[in-house]
Structures are given as structure tokens and as C-alpha cells.
């Protein structure tokens, strides 16, 4: 019963984005680097600002954050 107004909606704000699409993004920090630092023993000090996201950070298991559809 709801689900074309829904899709109208849905539908508007799309178009709305090609239209006028966004400028500016930000977003706000949850967590500080020194926070995260200081809670993972294995990282030095100063190993986030100098990351630049080509490799990660913790996990050396190549399985470390595969999920199965079916996983539990």
C-alpha cells in the first residue's frame, strides 16, 4: 500500500541528485587516532596518520573478513 509512495520518494531524491548534486562532505571523527593507538598494542605510535590506506593496518589473515552469505 505504501510501497509507491515509497518509490516516489526514492525516485524524487534520485533525480534530485543528478540535478544538484552534493559539494561538500564531511564527516565527523568517533574515535581518535591516539585512542585507537593506545588500545592496539600491536600499533605504534603515529601508525595511522601515516597510513594511506593502500594495505591494512591489523589483520595479516588473508581470511579475515571473508563472510558467507550463509555464515552465522
Known sequence: MLTPI????????????VVSPVTTFEV?????????ERVHDSMESGALHEHDGSERLMREEGQAFTFDVFDD
Open 28 to 36: 565527523t571523527e568517533k574515535v581518535t587516532p591516539d585512542a585507537i
Open 6 to 17: 515509497a518509490f516516489l520518494a526514492h525516485s524524487i531524491g534520485a533525480l534530485w541528485g
